[in-house]
């Protein structure tokens, strides 16, 4: 019987294959394996109703008492056991193996067959993995479906049924209870990093490179080996002369660890904050093909915060979620929540809505910060801002520098980045970096573009006085215009300018807000 228990053992207890082939085994080819390791014939009556083997052997032996001769017993004995064999009979006859014992048996015993042969495979956060010896990689649901059909065919489901789509379906369904696995907890203390030639673990009394286990659930593996005397010269000269100040490097180094702590909850969102022609873009290619493609998602901040939460559902299993679309409106109490690191509601189409635990990271490039805010401290603690101020002049650019990083230095980079994690563990949070503290003082000003309105008209609430709503927000907009500031909504506009102490109510010419100028 499969349970959350047992599945946590069955994770516990699949072997490790450290010395695989990077990549190898790839999905197809576990799932090929793992069909191969399945039973076949499986004997679904004795394992449905287990309890009857006994009750035939009773049956068979009752049977042989009464048939010899010479006759034993008295006759009320002998009419007790008859009666026994007959109740056994019937209660035999009686049972039928339906479709619910074949699939319920089925996916205990491709769960059972996984962890006698050293593989992993599971259900989280709605999606289905298998473990490859290195990591947990993501399975398709209809190659799982395929998958799942074909092992209930080898095991002696008829053909016809075990291809049948609504049997699969249920199948499937199944697997998805009996598979699932609960949320690990992580320790904010330890930091595991998968690498090609194995885990890097960090704890606070040492660092070593060991073999990956499956317990650990990591869902990525980075594409080159760990090399602890790995130099990065040209991209150290490229960070110098894109981020020249000291401290924004040195914070930037550790928020790159910080992608790689999943118990550590700092609560920061990284943005990259400068026009164009700065150096971010190349940041982010070596980035990128430092952590690989599949262990990063590119969703704006507004699709982020949305109501819906398929893009949230995206998240599962990434490292960090690094784009340059910052997107109009966003969600200021899902942003935050985001941010925190804490479990969010989210969904994929068609399918119920989970608790996504584990939340991966957010960078954005941008040169627009967002302008439809919540003007609270919570809100603004969240953002952690490193201006790139240095335009490169077209006769220093080199369009091939990523790909020069990226083939030589990139063992160097993840050095670099170990480095920053190192003293981010350390201090237990980011070393301080004035630049990054103006940058944000900044963005708290010129986000209030309605207080920005409000003092340079020289309003004043007034208990008497009025100005009608549409007037003043046409007048806010023009301002916004020649300002060059992206201008609130009307909706969220009214709000702030209740929080900065004007009270507004319908009049019969309309809505207005109660002010006056100067006074």
């Not at 924004?248 to 180094?253: E, G, I, Y």
């Amino acid at each position: 019987m499969i349970t959350p228990e047992t599945l946590k053992e069955h994770v516990n207890g699949v072997a490790t294959q450290a010395d695989s082939p990077h990549g190898q085994p790839i999905v197809a080819a576990a799932l090929r394996k793992l069909l191969s390791s399945i039973p076949e014939k499986v004997d679904f009556r004795n394992l449905a109703f287990p309890e009857e083997a006994a009750e035939r052997h009773e049956r068979d032996e009752l049977f042989k008492y009464l048939a010899d001769k010479p006759i034993k017993g008295t006759n009320q004995e002998r009419k007790e056991k008859s009666e026994r064999m007959q109740s056994l009979q019937k209660r035999i006859e009686s049972r039928r193996v339906t479709d619910q014992h074949r699939i319920v048996i089925a996916i205990e015993i491709i769960l059972e067959t996984a962890t006698e042969n050293g593989w992993g495979l599971c259900m989280h956060q709605g999606y289905y993995y298998v473990y490859t010896g290195t990591h947990w990689v993501r399975v398709d649901e209809p190659e799982l479906k395929n998958f799942i059909g074909e092992a209930a065919e080898r095991m002696g489901v008829e053909k016809l049924k075990s291809r049948y789509y609504e049997f699969k379906d249920k199948l499937f369904k199944q697997f998805a209870t009996s598979a699932h696995l609960p949320a690990p907890e992580y320790d904010a203390e330890i930091v595991l990093i998968n690498l090609a030639n194995g885990t890097f673990e960090i704890t606070p009394k040492y660092q070593e490179l060991r073999p990956p286990k499956a317990v650990d659930f990591l869902t990525y593996q980075l594409q080159f080996r760990y090399d602890s005397k790995a130099k990065a010269p040209q991209f150290h000269r490229y960070l110098e002369e894109v981020l020249p100040d000291p401290e924004s490097r040195k914070v930037l180094a550790e928020f790159m660890g910080y992608l790689f702590t999943r118990g550590m909850k700092l609560e920061k969102v990284l943005f990259l904050y400068g026009a164009g022609r700065n150096g971010k873009s190349v940041l982010f290619e070596i980035i990128r093909a430092m952590l690989g493609d599949e262990n990063i998602t590119y969703y704006s901040l507004s699709n982020l915060t949305d109501e819906s939460g398929y893009y949230r559902a995206k998240l599962s299993g990434k490292l960090v979620n690094w784009a340059s679309d910052i997107g109009d409106r966003l969600q200021s109490n899902t942003f935050k929540q985001l941010a925190s690191g804490e479990p969010i509601e989210a969904r994929l189409p068609y399918r119920d809505p989970f608790m996504l635990t584990n939340v991966c990271k957010f960078a954005f490039n941008t040169n627009q910060l967002p302008a439809d805010v919540e003007h609270t401290a919570a809100y603004f603690e969240r953002f952690l801002i490193i201006p790139f101020d240095v335009y490169i002049k077209p006769e220093n650019r080199d369009p091939d520098l990523p790909k020069k990083i990226i083939h030589r230095e990139l063992p160097g980079v993840f050095n670099w980045v170990l480095d920053g994690l190192s003293r981010l563990l350390q201090q237990g949070g980011f070393s301080r970096c004035e630049a990054s503290n103006k940058a944000l003082e900044t963005y708290k000003k010129e986000a209030d573009s309605v207080a920005m309105f409000v003092d340079e008209r020289n309003f004043k609430p007034h208990t008497e006085h009025y100005k009608g709503s549409q007037e003043l927000y046409q007048s806010y907009k023009a301002y916004c215009y020649d300002e060059g500031l992206r201008a609130l909504a009307r909706k969220n506009f009214n709000k702030r300018m209740n929080g900065l102490g004007f009270f507004d109510q319908r009049k019969e010419i309309g809505r207005v807000f109660f002010m006056t100028v100067g006074g």
